[in-house]
């Protein structure tokens, strides 16, 4: 995210420079998602309820049920590599270095960003705890000048990189209400970042982020430091002996594009089959088990900063500023 200049810290709102004529759109009203959802029989059950919702007005809805009770690994891990791949262009990854974040802290930086975006999900964006999630991400990105083209991308991975993930490697495909539920979802959260000129519709903001990786994704040394602590940080989940395999494994995951844009060497094509065979083993055990009856998106494993969250935790706990 460009950053020309660091901004007032008391900024209650991100600081996105944007366009004079850029537009600025009023956040949408919509029903907050049911905390206590209740599926359709069998292993399909969850599936049954999103058919039945519509995915403009109870997209809410849809984003918990698919994200915390349907494909809550795949997720995550989806959502790990949407952030490496935002790692790809100089002036994001020229920010984060600067910021000095993710040499010093960066598993407190992945779990904040993580768990942050996890309450907006579980709880919804205009609950107590979404605004006060809000209110935390605007106040750390407020800290500087943010190109708002490089908010609008980082937006798009989170809507599109979890919903090719799943495609690819989940246990079910996608019904397309969960597609669309995840654009009107993350759609709202921007507005209420402040980034402005928020494509409205599904394929002009893929068509958007496309044309953006096309133009953007190019080597810098900032993008193959981050990329560096961001692999060592994947590393250090799992014991030193599966390091190796780890990074094995995230070099055969991510494409020619980010390969070079990184500066790392790209797996050879039986790596990533191996690594695609095993995603897609673990697909089928999963769709063997009886579907989950309780949410899990604001617990996530990989969590070491905040044991135990979301028990004894506010959003406002979280970020830079809390050590």
Not at 106 to 119: C, G, I
Not at 156 to 184: K, M, Q, V
Not at 194 to 204: A, H, L, N, W
Request: glycine share 6%.
């Amino acid at each position: 995210m460009t950053t020309t200049r660091p901004a007032g810290r008391r900024t209650r709102k991100p600081a996105v420079a944007a366009a004079p004529e850029a537009r600025i759109e009023k956040a949408g009203s919509f029903p907050a998602p049911d905390r206590d959802p209740h599926p359709k029989r069998g292993r399909l059950g969850w599936l049954r309820v999103i058919e039945g919702l519509d995915p403009v007005t109870h997209h809410q809805d849809i984003m918990r049920i698919t994200a915390g009770y349907e494909f809550p690994w795949d997720y995550q891990r989806s959502l790990e590599f949407a952030l490496f791949r935002t790692y790809c262009v100089p002036t994001i990854s020229g920010l984060l270095a600067r910021t000095g974040e993710f040499e010093k802290r960066p598993q407190k930086r992945y779990d904040d960003t993580s768990l942050l975006m996890a309450e907006l999900i579980e709880h919804g964006y205009d609950s107590d705890r979404g605004r006060e999630s809000l209110r935390n991400i605007n106040r750390m990105h407020g800290m500087y000048t943010i190109d708002n083209d490089d908010m609008l991308y980082v937006l798009s991975t989170f809507i599109y990189d979890p919903l090719d993930w799943i495609d690819r490697y989940g246990w079910r495909r996608l019904h397309p209400n969960e597609r669309l539920a995840s654009f009107h979802f993350y759609r709202q959260v921007g507005i209420r970042m402040g980034i402005k000129d928020i494509p409205e519709s599904f394929q002009e903001f893929h068509r958007f982020k496309t044309e953006y990786e096309r133009t953007k994704f190019v080597y810098s040394d900032s993008n193959n430091k981050i990329g560096t602590y961001t692999l060592r940080l994947f590393e250090a989940w799992y014991p030193s002996v599966l390091r190796p395999v780890v990074a094995s494994a995230v070099y055969a995951l991510i494409d020619e594009q980010m390969a070079t844009a990184f500066g790392f060497k790209q797996g050879s094509p039986r790596s990533r089959a191996i690594a695609e065979s095993a995603l897609r083993a673990r697909s089928a055990l999963v769709r063997l088990l009886p579907k989950r009856r309780a949410s899990v998106s604001a617990k996530n494993p990989q969590n070491r900063t905040y044991p135990g969250y979301p028990v004894g935790y506010r959003p406002r706990d979280l970020g830079v500023g809390h050590h």
